[in-house]
């Protein structure tokens, strides 16, 4: 039972990072740009989302009023100074990105304050039993089925429509697909915008697990470069498995890892091992991944 | 003609030996205008230039984009403040397991990293310095996530005469003399044997290798003096606050010696200087300015994105060009 709850656990948590990964790996994909501030991007859609919550009351308002918002600031935010990256090289990228995270998580300091509380709906905040005997969060349930409902919206937008054909064909050949009459640049303004909406998705969504705070993009961002490099770069589906992946990996790692030190191991390092050997795993596997395949899993440049 | 191309050598000398003149006297400066506070400022500034300058050998000279080095820096801050907690004191053996530690840490990242490239090979160092994060944030008995605490600091016995790094003022000339000396090594190394051949597997390593470098041996070789370079930064660093935490191996950290390296200028000699003081500089003046430094710190970094393509000192270098033609 154990085993199939923390499996659910890392199934949410991928989707989530999975989320955050789509749009990175699009716009590192197609327009070669390192954005370190994806993650910022993040925790602007949490605190919104948790700024909203609070201000309707109502969570599902709160939510869409994030993602619009975040949506809108991350297509400006593209217009304005992003879009002036792409022909950089990636230092540059690195330093205006990061330069970027500075100034976001400033000044969402100054609007909103350190961190501000968010909290599952009421009606969420009990568990269901799955099974006979299997009790899971019913917010946590939630959380999968938003994830699998977006992952299965993305995958149809990016397979089934013309503009997913033309984000594809950018991302196996920009030059060609230019000179072939895609107008990329407004394209990636449109992409950027739904890749900064999923994100708010996955900020706001996590907030009640998690904490919204300041510096919350920092950590998850470097996951979800994780994922993309093990998924293949440019590549939604590899994203996909890549989430998955890492997000088993983490969870299932943590919990089964720290029983299995508890065997051998005194009760305080184990508690502290757990975690860290977990952690360090979502690396050895990039690592490992890149080894045998250097491309990542599905290579999106044929 | 001849006087002309003297000329500039002559200006940077007079420049050198000002600048050489006015670091050293600094401490009684400050001392004198009463600011003695600013002393752990200067340091903290020196410290991290070498940092920064140990990565601008590799990213800029080697063209290898790591983004782990906080890995190194980080590294040779735990050593050194381990050692102190277990009661090792001797600041030449403190010298001596940092050199060790991080010169094997660098050899065996860098063998791997070094079989990628590109984003690939950022990826990967970067994951690495993630595994020495959560490593750091393991182990309980040092402290922790919440970082480890030393009252003591390194002690230097040269023939009778002691030297306490817990004295400000040794603190910062011991800081100078190292940052002195990997400018000096760094300005020897770029018109060197190796240091031509670097550039050249930096700018084509496929060329490089048809030619018969051996690129990869060449290139682990300069990650490792820079991962070395970095540890002792580190080791300076504990000395300086009597603290180290998890925070030292950060990515973030990592992402602040690059930041330093392109403010300042990749490929230059003096780049990581220029970049660690004015970042250092900027974030303590905005700091005392307003509540919220690391926003306008942020601006003025975007500014020199968008407008100084080649960072300071190649605006200083550009500025000289022109006033010479």
Redesign the interface.
Known sequence: MLIVEQALNGLQFGLMLFLLAAGLTLV?GVMDM?N?AHGSLYMVGAFVAAWLVALTGSFVLGIAGAVVLTAVFGMALEVV?LR??YA?D???Q???T??????L???V??IFGNDLPLSAPAALAGPVELLPGLVYPAYRLLILAVGLVLALLLWLLVQKTRMGALVRAGASNRTMATALGVDITRLFTFVFGIGAALCAVAGALLGPLLAVQVGMG?NIL?LA??VI?IGG?GSIRGALVGAILVGGIDTLGRTLLQHLFREFLPP??AS??G???A??AV??F??VV?AVK?QGLFPARG | MLSEAKHPGLARSVALIALAAIVLALPFLLRALGFDFYLSLASRIVVYAIAATSLNLVLGYGGMVSFGHAAFVGLGAYVTGVMISEGVQSGSAHLGAVVLVTAFAALAIGAISLRTRGVYFIMITLAFAQMLFYLANSVKGYGGDEGLNVRARSLFSLGGWVLDLKNPLALYYVALAVLAASLFALARFVPSRLGYAMLAIRDDDVRAEAIGFPTYRYKLVVFVAAGVLGGIAGALSVNLQGYVSPNALHWTQSGTLMVMVILGGVATVWGGVAGAAVLLLLQEMLGSWTEHGEFWTGWVLLAVVLFARRGLVGIALSRRAQSAT
């Open positions: 590192f390192i370190l100074l002036t990256l950089r990636h230092l540059s690195v330093l205006a990061f330069a970027l995270i500075l100034i998580n400033d000044g300091k100054m920092e470097i470069f994780v490099v770069i305080q390092w502290a091992a975690p860290a050997v952690s360090v690396y050895v990039m690592a890149l250097p």
